[in-house]
């Protein structure tokens, strides 16, 4: 027989509504820290033991909590950052529940202690596993709060056996500690643990101390293989780092994406983010990324997740296409550019965005009509097996880039006419390699991956400048498709027809493929369309016809490209050079791999010991 229906006793709702709050110690830091953010703290001390599990203690100078008001800060569903259901359309603090105090103390023994600037001496309150002990008495307290932390999950043993080792623990709140200090540029923040200090933040006002701070969280290799971004579009504002296509990782371990100052895990950003990179890095690596998104708040739901980890955008396309574009174009900038002309720093609260030029691309001129390299300068040279790449291109192959070789090249290579980023070229090295001297010392160019990257991209604009030629396919491809999937292909159809696919439905969830793409002849239609319906209902877009199109094309700029052992003359090095200054992306090839490398003259220096 059921059992009767019965109300819970309050210690046990206060245990179940912490389990939804507080997971480990790492949950109870991250509910601390952003109360000690919204508090208006500017500086930060975290003491921990144990990795969290003896010992939690966060101290801020920010405005503390009044003495008459401690009770309701351990009690459940009590709060200062909402008034009302008009408040929860536009929320801009971090924590905006009220729970958050309630439940760890549900679940330790807890102590707030507070200290406003009208009051003469601070005033604690002590919460025993969800029992409050005795009216708030007076502490000594300087302004600003104290919450610790102790004995977490004390009163649960089921709970606490499921915790990690220590080491695991304090894994992941040093984690979290680390993911706030970089959405808090402005907030010193020092991390103890077991009495020594882990971590040690001072505050970072300007560019030059938010990149160090960057590379304290990061890793200086992060900091020195990412460019700095910063767009702006109406009432969006984008800034932040993007890593070097070569900078990639087996994981998404390095992505940190915050809105209006919160950290989150957003589907439609990182799905923007990746688009980006789609044409310079391998298929199963990932970008790393620091970037910080600000918009109105009324025009994005931070309470569609129970911890906060997600939001939703009101304008969810307009945001992707932002994000899209803005992550393009400063991947698209050649990097060399950087060479010759300084980032200016901004400030900690500036967005405003620098007048943006569009990149210059490379000669439009249809590839069938460029210049081919004359066969005759090709001289087979001694290199190692591990240097050898394919054979020279058929004489009947047209399908070479065009090279202006008219570029002037100054007769003194000490003293450069215009100071091109990349320089004039002094030499071949091993029919692989262009060297080349800049105004900053020397430049290493993989001319293959550099040529190819430059007939990629020319390829690109030609299909841009053209219609998307299609070809009906002989025998008509049938598949069966969901009642979602055919409500998709209905509403999406004209828009996939102008990609040059036709799918019409044949019945209530059949459809057949009459028509494709010419550069997809041979692919496996049925699933491509699958693939295109599948990310039409989660993103509202897909890329994935371009995706097969472009990797055609790059396959095509592989065989297109100037191979191993072909000799180029100075002329054909430098306009190589002047091509690549010109074109977009062309600091990485189209596997995501550098095309040129810079020498430094103190590297050069440093290597043979001068000045030592």
Same mark, same amino acid.
């Given at each position: ?5 019965h109300?819970?006793p309050?210690?046990?709702?206060n245990? !179940?509504a912490?389990?939804?709050v ?5 949950? $109870?830091?991250k509910?601390?820290?952003e109360?000690? /953010?919204?508090?208006?703290a500017?500086?930060?001390? !975290?003491?921990?033991e144990?990795?969290g ?8 100078n *920010? ?18 950052k909402i ?9 801009s ?18 102590s ?5 600037e009208?009051?003469?001496?601070? =005033?604690r309150v002590?919460?025993?596993g969800? %029992? ?14 104290t919450?610790?932390v ?9 709970r ?10 304090y894994a992941?709140l040093?984690?979290? $500690? ?7 540029f ?8 077991n009495q ?10 300007d560019?030059? %101390? ?9 890793g ?8 700095? $971004? ?29 809105v209006?100052?919160r ?10 983010i990746?688009?980006?990179?789609q044409?310079v890095?391998y ?9 910080f ?16 980890l997600?939001v939703r ?23 060399l550019?950087a060479?010759?002309?300084? $980032?200016?720093?901004a ?12 990149p210059?691309?490379?000669s439009n001129?249809?590839? %069938? ?11 087979p040279?001694?290199?190692?097996p ?12 047209a399908?070479?880039v ?8 100054? %007769?003194?290579?000490d003293q ?8 004039y070229?002094l ?6 390699? !262009? ?5 900053h010392g020397?430049? /290493? ?26 070809q009906?396919?002989l025998?008509p491809?049938t ?12 509403e ?7 990609? *040059?696919l036709e799918v ?15 550069l997809?002849?041979?692919?496996d ?11 039409l ?12 199109i472009?990797?055609?094309?790059a ?5 297109s490209?100037v ?13 190589l ?6 074109t977009a ?10 095309? =040129?490398?810079q ?12 000045g030592?």
């Amino acid at each position: 027989m059921p059992s009767r229906i019965h109300c819970l006793p309050q210690v046990l709702i206060n245990q !179940i509504a912490a389990g939804e709050v507080v997971e480990r110690p790492a949950s $109870v830091i991250k509910e601390l820290l952003e109360n000690s /953010l919204d508090a208006g703290a500017t500086r930060i001390d !975290i003491d921990v033991e144990r990795g969290g599990v003896k010992l939690i203690r966060v101290r801020d100078n *920010g405005g503390g909590i009044h003495q008459e008001d401690l009770p309701l800060a351990v009690a459940s569903h009590a709060t200062s950052k909402i008034v009302d259901s008009a408040d929860l359309a536009r929320v801009s603090t971090l924590g905006f529940r009220g729970e958050a105090l309630s439940s760890i103390a549900a679940v330790s023994r807890l102590s707030l202690t507070s200290r406003t600037e009208h009051q003469t001496s601070g =005033w604690r309150v002590l919460v025993d596993g969800g %029992t409050v002990g005795r009216e708030p008495g007076p502490a000594a307290h300087p302004l600003g709060t104290t919450v610790e932390v102790r004995e977490l999950f004390f009163n649960l043993p089921a709970r606490r056996k499921f915790l990690r080792s220590e080491r695991t623990e304090y894994a992941h709140l040093d984690q979290i $500690v680390r993911r706030i200090a970089l959405s808090r540029f402005a907030v010193e923040i020092n991390l103890r643990h077991n009495q020594r200090s882990a971590l040690a933040l001072p505050c970072a006002p300007d560019r030059q %101390t938010q990149t160090r701070r960057l590379g304290e969280v990061c890793g200086g290799v992060f900091v020195d293989n990412a460019v700095f $971004v910063e767009q702006q579009s109406g009432d969006l504002h984008l800034r932040g780092w993007l890593g070097l296509p070569s900078f990639s990782r087996s994981q998404t371990d390095l992505q940190y994406f915050f809105v209006n100052g919160r950290a989150v895990r957003d589907k439609l950003a990182h799905h923007a983010i990746r688009q980006a990179y789609q044409d310079v890095m391998y298929r199963d690596r990932h970008p790393a990324f620091v970037l910080f998104l600000q918009l109105d708040p009324a025009e994005v739901d931070v309470n569609a997740h129970p911890a906060k980890l997600e939001v939703r955008f009101h304008q969810s396309q307009q945001v992707h296409d932002f994000l899209l574009r803005a992550a393009q174009q400063t991947l698209a900038r050649p990097a060399l550019s950087a060479l010759s002309t300084p $980032v200016p720093a901004a400030s900690t609260q500036s967005f405003s965005t620098p007048e943006y030029e569009e990149p210059v691309r490379t000669s439009n001129t249809p590839v %069938t009509e460029s210049l081919r390299f004359p066969t005759t300068s090709y001289r087979p040279q001694a290199v190692a097996p591990e240097r050898q790449m394919s054979p020279p291109l058929r004489e009947q192959q047209a399908s070479y880039v065009q090279f202006d070789t008219s570029s002037p090249v100054p %007769t003194d290579t000490d003293q450069p006419a215009d100071n091109p980023p990349l320089g004039y070229a002094l030499a071949q090295l091993q029919g692989v390699y !262009i060297l080349a001297e800049n105004q900053h010392g020397l430049v /290493l160019v993989d001319m293959h991956a550099a040529h190819e990257r430059i007939v990629y991209e020319r390829f690109k604009i030609n299909l841009e400048q053209g219609d998307m030629p299609a070809q009906p396919l002989l025998v008509p491809v049938t598949l069966g498709l969901s009642p979602t999937e055919m409500r998709c292909l209905e509403e999406q159809g004209e828009e996939l027809s102008a990609l *040059g696919l036709e799918v019409v439905p044949l019945g209530p969830e059949t459809a057949a493929i009459r028509q494709l793409p010419v550069l997809l002849n041979g692919v496996d239609a049925a699933q491509l369309v699958r693939d295109l319906l599948a990310d039409l209902q989660a993103h509202g877009r897909s890329t994935r016809l371009s995706e097969n199109i472009h990797e055609v094309l790059a396959t095509r700029a592989c065989r297109s490209s100037v191979r191993a052992n072909r000799k180029l003359s100075v002329a054909e090095m430098n306009a190589l050079l002047r091509d690549m200054e010109r074109t977009a992306y062309s600091s990485q090839c189209n596997h995501g791999r550098p095309t =040129w490398i810079q020498l430094s003259l103190a590297e050069l220096d440093k290597l043979f010991l001068r000045g030592r």
